[in-house]
């Protein structure tokens, strides 16, 4: 059983930055690809970044479009978290961030391939 636990949410003024955290533990994380999602009132889950579980190659990351450019997600395999750091906020970025891993290690961009998630942590971005 994995355990997946995300801090570091908060309220930003438009332009301002923040980084997610995503701490793991239960299981082997150096073999899992990680993802972020997020989930606006009344939208769906919508994929945000993901990493394979090799860091080698920047090529192992992707990101939604909307957020390529303003979004970094990396990982540190020895302290078994996963980070999402997000500059230049938009109040559209606001949603409630999860962090979810995929035991496959290979990155996808579908939520139904991830097995386990975090509780979330809100993010508001004002105006």
């Known amino acids: 059983q994995v355990q997946l636990v995300e801090s570091g949410g908060g309220l930003v003024q438009a332009g301002g930055s923040l980084r997610l955290s995503c701490a793991a533990s239960?299981?082997?994380?150096?073999?899992?690809?990680m993802g972020w999602f997020r989930q606006a009132p009344g939208k769906e889950r919508e994929f945000v970044a993901t990493i394979s579980w090799s860091t080698w190659s920047i090529g192992n990351r992707r990101y939604v479009d909307s957020v390529k450019g303003r979004f970094t997600i990396s990982r540190d395999n020895a302290k078994s978290t996963v980070y999402l750091q997000m500059n230049s906020l938009k109040p559209e970025d606001t949603a409630v961030y999860y962090c979810?891993?995929?035991?496959?290690?290979?990155?996808?961009?579908?939520?139904?391939?991830?097995?386990?998630w975090g509780q979330g942590t809100q993010v508001t971005v004002a105006s």
């Open positions: 239960g299981g082997t994380f150096s073999n899992y690809a």
């Open positions: 979810a891993a995929d035991l496959r290690g290979f990155v996808s961009f579908d939520p139904n391939d991830y097995d386990y």
